[in-house]
């Protein structure tokens, strides 16, 4: 073993094992000691399923437990990602870190520029989550490695909420420099610019639910909330309470006390959900011929500043540093530079440092008032918003860092030549100004990643905008909501979690009875002479259009649709495609049914050589495998139509083991106090050892939820522990 890995590997793994098989305890603990004052202000009680609700007078005291408790249960993430964000993991993890944390030690300085213009809440709430992580590495110092020291700082873990500009986004655009002629890049555009979609992939999205008293048994507001990540995307439940300050319940993402946090309060809640923004823009500046490193701008010459920025590091050959310098323009950082012209990237929020302050005044808000107060500060610059609350009102807002733009948009493939200001965005699209709905006729509002023009059927907005919002789009999966939603349907919160576990496979509503007509006008046209492929279409005719876990057909009409879309070669399938005058009915039919049919066939002999049979359970092929669980699981992927969306991986028996997309439910109405149901698929711990790493799975699998602990009766009814943040906890069971 290398010395860099002998370095690493305490890392990811003796914090990994932090929590014992008993509960989240570390297995090393520093001698006996007085606790801080913070500590002793903080009770932590863990209820079933190792949910951590944190009481504190301060909010100061409950970032401290919340910090506590993540490094708890995902020690080593946090870790790393607070060190990775001071810029400092090549010290541990060698040179191949330098880039990375030569960018990251820019935004750390802007942390510690802004860090004391942040409101005193705010600052409250960083300092807490500092020291937090401190007190836990100076209570189990064997249990992280020999590097770690408890001196993580406020502007540490400000510095992870500090927005930049894209690398990413910078990139691709000076590939495609490389790639491309130079002229072809810079353009002064002409009207129409084209739309590119944001870096939100299909398959990473999710669902979001609010349903007005007419629409709810109890005449209460009811929110559902429901991301599809990775299930190792780091949702985190808690609930933190700070009487007469906050009481939010809810996902805090780990490794700090604000990422992207959905969640209720006793007057209210809300959920994100990805959305496809196009929040900044590309310009070229000519340079100055007669002063190096300056452009012209505005009828004068503007000189570049270049940053310097020195990373030390650490390997198995040694310790160096090595610098790294960046470039930027009065527009926005350097992309690239020719002879003639520089390239710049002008992107919303580029060193704003808000991010945290928006979300916590969002979760202490009181009212649909101060909600959109908060919400006006502007930090967060993508996601849509779905709202209730306990007044009756529910809200949806596409969020976007849009800017005004005076000039048409260029995308990502052309520079805007900007000779001024006048050539350039100088503000973002106002909050008030976004597309949005309240209160809207049906009583129900709904986004699952699509555009915001379909929130709600009896409210379509129109494709007006004067700044770049995405296009109108209703894919399958947001067409399967509205189904459930768009009609007279009164709901409770159970009916709400049941509807949310619909097995519905809407792709087999729109295509089947083409596929099963096609088929049969073959003729017997790829019929094998054991007659698989007639026995196999009458299952398949015979088939609920579901992919609950014991449906059998759903296995088979997934390898069918995979295999019929491979011989088009991205022509379009359907016979009818999707359209804005029927948003909610299309696409539908076969497009090819002579290629379909073939295609059947083929995928009759492939089922059953990949599963055994060709009328195998949906349920023996897909599994939720955690820990010592291993059972069948309904649901699949968005582009099938289902909203339960499940993604899948292959595992090495064969079976397709889910790895993201449902993972983090929470639904909750809002009456006198809320009623909440919730379930976190992959536990509270990714320690095998620990007893919340696989406690929630079976019950995931099972379509279950488990209810809420809100009050403080509930509360004390469900502690399994109860400790101070660096006391061993007491057993309440």
Same mark, same amino acid.
């Given at each position: 073993?290398?010395?860099?890995?002998?370095?690493?590997?305490?890392?990811?793994?003796?914090?990994?094992?932090?929590?014992?098989?008993?509960?989240?305890?570390?297995?090393?603990?520093?001698?006996?000691?007085?606790?801080?004052?913070?500590?002793?202000?903080?009770?932590?009680?863990?209820?079933?399923?190792?949910?951590?609700?944190?009481?504190?007078?301060?909010?100061?005291?409950?970032?401290?437990?919340?910090?506590?408790?993540?490094?708890?249960?995902?020690?080593?993430?946090?870790?790393?990602?607070?060190?990775?964000?001071?810029?400092?993991?090549?010290?541990?993890?060698?040179?191949?870190?330098?880039?990375?944390?030569?960018?990251?030690?820019?935004?750390?300085?802007?942390?510690?520029?802004?860090?004391?213009?942040?409101?005193?809440?705010?600052?409250?709430?960083?300092?807490?989550?500092?020291?937090?992580?401190?007190?836990?590495?100076?209570?189990?110092?064997?249990?992280?490695?020999?590097?770690?020291?408890?001196?993580?700082?406020?502007?540490?873990?400000?510095?992870?909420?500090?927005?930049?500009?894209?690398?990413?986004?910078?990139?691709?655009?000076?590939?495609?420099?490389?790639?491309?002629?130079?002229?072809?890049?810079?353009?002064?555009?002409?009207?129409?610019?084209?739309?590119?979609?944001?870096?939100?992939?299909?398959?990473?999205?999710?669902?979001?639910?609010?349903?007005?008293?007419?629409?709810?048994?109890?005449?209460?507001?009811?929110?559902?909330?429901?991301?599809?990540?990775?299930?190792?995307?780091?949702?985190?439940?808690?609930?933190?309470?700070?009487?007469?300050?906050?009481?939010?319940?809810?996902?805090?993402?780990?490794?700090?006390?604000?990422?992207?946090?959905?969640?209720?309060?006793?007057?209210?809640?809300?959920?994100?959900?990805?959305?496809?923004?196009?929040?900044?823009?590309?310009?070229?500046?000519?340079?100055?011929?007669?002063?190096?490193?300056?452009?012209?701008?505005?009828?004068?010459?503007?000189?570049?500043?270049?940053?310097?920025?020195?990373?030390?590091?650490?390997?198995?050959?040694?310790?160096?540093?090595?610098?790294?310098?960046?470039?930027?323009?009065?527009?926005?950082?350097?992309?690239?530079?020719?002879?003639?012209?520089?390239?710049?990237?002008?992107?919303?929020?580029?060193?704003?440092?808000?991010?945290?302050?928006?979300?916590?005044?969002?979760?202490?808000?009181?009212?649909?008032?101060?909600?959109?107060?908060?919400?006006?500060?502007?930090?967060?610059?993508?996601?849509?918003?779905?709202?209730?609350?306990?007044?009756?009102?529910?809200?949806?807002?596409?969020?976007?860092?849009?800017?005004?733009?005076?000039?048409?948009?260029?995308?990502?493939?052309?520079?805007?030549?900007?000779?001024?200001?006048?050539?350039?965005?100088?503000?973002?699209?106002?909050?008030?100004?976004?597309?949005?709905?309240?209160?809207?006729?049906?009583?129900?509002?709904?986004n699952s990643n699509d555009s915001p023009h379909y929130a709600?059927?009896?409210?379509?907005?129109?494709?007006?905008?004067?700044?770049?919002?995405?296009?109108?789009?209703?894919?399958?999966?947001?067409?399967?909501?509205?189904?459930?939603?768009?009609?007279?349907?009164?709901?409770?919160?159970?009916?709400?979690?049941?509807?949310?576990?619909?097995?519905?496979?809407?792709?087999?509503?729109?295509?089947?009875?083409?596929?099963?007509?096609?088929?049969?006008?073959?003729?017997?046209?790829?019929?094998?002479?054991?007659?698989?492929?007639?026995?196999?279409?009458?299952?398949?005719?015979?088939?609920?259009?579901?992919?609950?876990?014991?449906?059998?057909? !759903? &296995?088979? *009409?997934?390898?069918?649709?995979?295999? #019929?879309?491979? +011989?088009?070669? =991205?022509?379009? $399938?359907?016979?009818?495609?999707?359209?804005?005058?029927?948003?909610?009915?299309?696409?539908?039919?076969?497009?090819?049914?002579?290629?379909?049919?073939?295609?059947?066939?083929?995928?009759?002999?492939?089922?059953?050589?990949?599963?055994?049979?060709?009328?195998?359970?949906?349920?023996?092929?897909?599994?939720?495998?955690?820990?010592?669980?291993?059972?069948?699981?309904?649901?699949?992927?968005?582009?099938?139509?289902?909203?339960?969306?499940?993604?899948?991986?292959?595992?090495e028996d064969g079976k397709r083991v889910v790895n993201g997309?449902?993972?983090?439910?929470? !639904? &909750?109405? *809002?009456?006198?106090?809320?009623?909440? #149901?919730?379930? +976190?698929?992959? =536990?509270?711990? $990714?320690?095998?050892?620990?007893?919340?790493?696989?406690?929630?799975?079976?019950?995931?699998?099972?379509?279950?939820?488990?209810?809420?602990?809100?009050?403080?009766?509930?509360?004390?009814?469900?502690?399994?522990?109860?400790?101070?943040?660096?006391?061993?906890?007491?057993?309440?069971?």
């Amino acid at each position: 073993m290398t010395n860099r890995a002998r370095r690493v590997l305490p890392l990811l793994v003796a914090l990994a094992a932090s929590a014992c098989a008993g509960g989240p305890r570390p297995a090393t603990q520093a001698p006996a000691q007085e606790l801080p004052e913070l500590a002793r202000q903080v009770e932590i009680r863990r209820t079933e399923h190792g949910v951590p609700h944190i009481l504190a007078p301060t909010l100061r005291a409950a970032a401290f437990g919340l910090a506590y408790v993540q490094l708890e249960d995902h020690g080593a993430g946090i870790i790393r990602g607070v060190h990775a964000a001071r810029g400092r993991l090549a010290e541990v993890e060698g040179r191949d870190r330098i880039d990375a944390d030569a960018r990251a030690r820019l935004r750390h300085a802007r942390a510690v520029e802004t860090f004391d213009s942040l409101a005193a809440d705010t600052r409250e709430v960083y300092s807490g989550f500092a020291a937090g992580m401190n007190h836990f590495i100076r209570m189990y110092p064997d249990a992280v490695p020999e590097w770690v020291r408890p001196d993580f700082t406020a502007q540490d873990v400000l510095a992870r909420d500090i927005g930049e500009s894209s690398e990413a986004t910078m990139n691709r655009f000076r590939q495609r420099l490389l790639r491309d002629s130079m002229d072809a890049m810079l353009l002064e555009p002409p009207p129409g610019g084209g739309w590119l979609e944001s870096d939100a992939a299909a398959n990473v999205g999710s669902n979001a639910w609010a349903l007005g008293p007419g629409r709810t048994v109890s005449g209460r507001a009811i929110l559902l909330r429901n991301p599809h990540l990775s299930w190792t995307a780091g949702y985190y439940e808690a609930h933190v309470r700070v009487p007469g300050k906050l009481d939010f319940y809810g996902d805090f993402r780990i490794g700090g006390p604000f990422t992207v946090i959905g969640g209720f309060n006793p007057q209210l809640g809300f959920a994100t959900t990805n959305n496809a923004t196009h929040n900044h823009e590309f310009y070229a500046l000519r340079v100055d011929p007669s002063r190096p490193g300056n452009v012209l701008f505005d009828g004068g010459s503007v000189p570049l500043a270049r940053t310097e920025v020195r990373v030390e590091y650490r390997d198995q050959d040694g310790a160096g540093s090595e610098t790294r310098e960046f470039w930027s323009s009065v527009i926005g950082p350097v992309v690239h530079s020719t002879d003639s012209l520089v390239y710049v990237l002008r992107q919303a929020n580029d060193g704003g440092y808000r991010a945290g302050e928006q979300w916590l005044e969002m979760m202490k808000a009181r009212n649909l008032e101060e909600w959109q107060r908060a919400m006006r500060i502007e930090a967060r610059t993508t996601s849509n918003f779905t709202y209730a609350d306990r007044a009756g009102n529910i809200f949806y807002v596409w969020v976007a860092g849009a800017p005004l733009l005076p000039h048409p948009p260029g995308g990502d493939t052309l520079a805007i030549l900007a000779r001024g200001w006048d050539d350039v965005w100088l503000r973002q699209v106002p909050f008030d100004s976004l597309p949005q709905l309240l209160n809207p006729v049906g009583g129900y509002l709904h986004n699952s990643n699509d555009s915001p023009h379909y929130a709600n059927l009896n409210n379509i907005l129109a494709d007006t905008f004067l700044f770049q919002v995405e296009p109108p789009r209703l894919r399958l999966r947001s067409q399967h909501s509205l189904e459930l939603l768009d009609n007279d349907r009164v709901f409770s919160l159970e009916d709400v979690v049941r509807a949310k576990h619909s097995m519905r496979m809407l792709l087999a509503d729109r295509v089947k009875e083409d596929l099963v007509n096609a088929v049969r006008a073959a003729g017997g046209s790829g019929e094998r002479a054991d007659g698989s492929v007639a026995q196999a279409l009458e299952m398949l005719a015979r088939w609920d259009n579901t992919a609950a876990a014991d449906s059998r057909g !759903a &296995v088979l *009409f997934e390898v069918w649709w995979n295999r #019929y879309r491979s +011989l088009l070669d =991205g022509a379009e $399938p359907h016979a009818v495609a999707w359209s804005q005058e029927a948003p909610a009915t299309t696409p539908r039919g076969l497009a090819e049914p002579e290629r379909a049919s073939e295609a059947f066939a083929w995928a009759v002999q492939e089922t059953a050589r990949r599963y055994g049979s060709w009328n195998v359970a949906w349920g023996d092929v897909h599994r939720v495998r955690r820990g010592g669980v291993d059972v069948p699981v309904g649901g699949c992927g968005g582009a099938l139509g289902c909203f339960r969306v499940l993604n899948f991986e292959t595992a090495e028996d064969g079976k397709r083991v889910v790895n993201g997309g449902d993972g983090w439910v929470i !639904a &909750v109405e *809002f009456g006198n106090e809320p009623r909440a #149901y919730s379930v +976190l698929a992959y =536990g509270q711990s $990714p320690d095998t050892a620990s007893r919340w790493h696989d406690d929630q799975a079976a019950m995931f699998a099972a379509n279950r939820m488990k209810p809420v602990r809100w009050t403080e009766a509930d509360i004390a009814a469900g502690t399994v522990l109860r400790y101070h943040p660096g006391q061993e906890g007491r057993d309440d069971r």
